[in-house]
């Protein structure tokens, strides 16, 4: 906003068409640098985000493998999208692992950020580092060392239930992590847990650096106890970051893909495929390319519309 | 519990013994967590250090004793390691570069010109395509770099994704706010081109910003498993995720290998969060000034 040519550019005059063409022109010339500077982004962004996206909606109207004629379909993607039972199937997964994880990993990312963010804490740097690792761990890497972890018969989580699950009336056998329909999700689950804590403790622990000091000392001076001062200075200030957490959550969660496909590969049976590995599996299994971009735009709609309720409902709150 | 035992100018909180021991609680609390966090990664260092048999065994070991470093020698023996390690640094150093170049210098057009006819409207248009996920584009994407003949090229990793909206929206609230209006004019009386102006004075103020971003570009990059599943074929191409992901093999699974591989993908990372910790933290949460 503050820059010199704000108020050096020539000013536009109310004059005729041709006029008004050419004076765009000589702005346009005087200013030339700014398009010059942009347009390699422009270049590069038309190219692999903007054509992509307008060719991804003509092709959920063909029906394409990539390789022979496309033939348009009209709705037909989408009419088959609808009575796909699969689709729903990874749907109704997605939504049930979100449910499983999102939570958990909200709130324990909340406590460590409170902890973090306790002036008398030392070796702040250890701890944060610590809980941020898992972060930038290659995906492959979790998974893989989570499946090894997870084995029934000599992963560590069933060595340690073997040995001490009986007094706490846990099955003596152990726990099929990934051998079974209904231990699939809460085994991804416990993965992303453990993999995405850190990414959202840090991003609360900015927001709770972001609340302004005074207040904490206002409301002690009314006599607020600590937990008042959670409930009425912490939480009410850190809204914004928890409906930020909250969309990349769902987005990330809707979109997931190298730890399930990596860890589970969807199963067993169909148990943990959730709609990212559902989109793959159509568009670079069985390229079927119109098909999953009717997919992918459904989806992509949907995840929209979410985002801007939970936008939307949070503003009314607060107004 | 926040700001729990908040001290007072000059002096030690109240209730000395009680805060005392909920601080030590908290210690433990922290020290746990810790602990189960660490699990995972102290698993991975283990198993590379153990033999096939000692990994599956019914008494895993916590300390692999003597050490193995038989994995850490034959992984870069036996396997492509070497080769994934270069081609998956070189498309790192090249996109990271590529990213930042152009997100920060469209980022400080935006910044410096908005009388230009069109700002708005452009700028409007690049966070609007904040919003597009990578599932919508990721078939025609894979589709335009069939036609370029760019399928199994280094370039197909670095190119999709360098144009990042995030990016040009993030050095463009970092340069409006942090460089005066009359650096440029200064500049330009000295008699330094638009271009000078970039790459001596705009790009060391921006370097903070600079480094936020880069860092996010990099874990992007490096840990990409999809995308190089999708569009590197031949094995001299191939990238360390997409390296792990293969020795996993149909029947038996190397998971010595394996994990020695996952070590030597992860140090990096690692080694580089190290160093630049501050800019890991602000560019993974430079997300977070959207909201």
Not at chain 1, 59 to 70: K, N, V
Request: hydrophobic share 55%.
């Amino acid at each position: 906003m503050n820059s010199p040519q704000s108020s050096a550019g020539p000013a536009q005059a109310p004059f005729g068409m041709a006029t008004r063409f050419r004076r765009l022109g000589v702005r346009m010339w005087y200013y030339r640098y700014f398009y010059l500077f942009i347009s390699p982004f422009f270049i590069i962004f038309a190219v692999f985000g903007l054509y992509p996206l307008l060719f991804s909606l003509y092709l959920s109207f063909l029906s394409w493998d990539g390789l022979t004629e496309p033939v348009w379909v009209g709705l037909e993607n989408f009419r088959a999208l609808f009575q796909d039972r699969l689709f729903f199937i990874s749907l109704w997964n997605t939504l049930i692992l979100g449910l499983l994880y999102v939570p958990p990993m909200l709130v324990l990312a909340f406590i460590f950020a409170l902890l973090l963010n306790q002036p008398w804490l030392k070796l702040r740097a250890v701890w944060r580092a610590t809980v941020f690792v898992p972060v930038i761990t290659p995906a492959v890497v979790v998974a893989i060392v989570f499946g090894l972890m997870f084995g029934t018969e000599f992963g560590i989580f069933n060595q340690i239930i073997k040995s001490v699950g009986g007094w706490f009336g846990l099955s003596p056998s152990g726990v099929p992590w990934l051998e079974s329909e209904r231990w699939s999700k809460p085994s991804l689950a416990i993965l992303l847990v453990w993999r995405w804590t850190g990414y959202n403790m840090v991003i609360m622990l900015a927001g709770l650096q972001g609340i302004d000091r005074s207040l904490y000392e206002a409301a002690r001076i009314d006599g607020a106890s600590r937990l008042q001062q959670l409930l009425h200075v912490t939480i009410p200030h850190m809204r914004p970051t928890f409906v930020f957490v909250t969309i990349m959550s769902l987005i990330g969660t809707v979109y997931l893909f190298d730890e399930v496909f990596v860890m589970t590969q969807g199963g067993p049976g169909i148990s943990s495929t959730t709609f990212g590995l559902f989109l793959f599996d159509e568009a670079f299994g069985n390229f079927r390319f119109g098909y999953a971009s009717a997919a992918a735009y459904v989806v992509a709609f949907v995840v929209f519309i979410l985002t801007l309720l939970i936008f939307r409902t949070n503003r009314s709150h607060n107004e | 519990m926040k700001s729990a035992t908040k001290t007072r100018p000059g002096g030690m909180s109240l209730g000395d013994n009680a805060a005392k021991r909920e601080k030590l609680f908290l210690y433990l609390m922290l020290g746990l967590s810790a602990l189960a966090f660490l699990v995972p990664m102290y698993w991975l260092v283990s198993s590379a250090l153990k033999t096939q048999a000692e990994i599956f065994t019914s008494t895993p070991s916590f300390f692999p004793w003597p050490p193995r470093f038989e994995n850490l020698i034959a992984v870069f023996d036996q396997t492509p390691l070497p080769r994934a390690f270069f081609n998956t640094t070189l498309i790192a150093v090249v996109h990271v570069c590529l990213t930042l170049f152009l997100c920060s210098l469209a980022g400080m057009a935006f910044a410096r010109y908005p009388q230009a006819p069109g700002h708005r409207w452009l700028f409007a248009f690049v966070l609007g395509t904040m919003l597009i996920p990578q599932a919508v584009t990721m078939i025609p994407v894979f589709v335009v770099l069939t036609n370029l003949n760019l399928i199994n090229t280094y370039w197909a990793m670095i190119l999709p994704g360098s144009a990042n909206a995030f990016g040009i929206f993030w050095m463009r609230q970092y340069i409006a706010n942090n460089v005066p209006g009359d650096l440029y004019d200064a500049a330009a009386i000295d008699g330094a081109s638009e271009f000078d102006t970039y790459w001596r004075v705009i790009i060391p103020i921006a370097r903070p910003a600079m480094g936020a971003l880069g860092v996010l570009a990099l874990i992007n990059v490096w840990n990409n498993l999809m995308w190089a599943f999708i569009v590197l074929r031949t094995e001299n191409m191939t990238t360390m995720p997409l390296l792990i992901y293969l020795l996993q093999g149909e029947e038996r699974t190397p998971y010595g290998l394996i994990m020695a591989a996952g070590l030597v993908a992860t140090l990096p990372l690692i080694i580089a969060f190290l160093l630049f910790q501050r800019n890991f933290i602000s560019g993974l949460t430079a997300g977070a000034v959207k909201s």
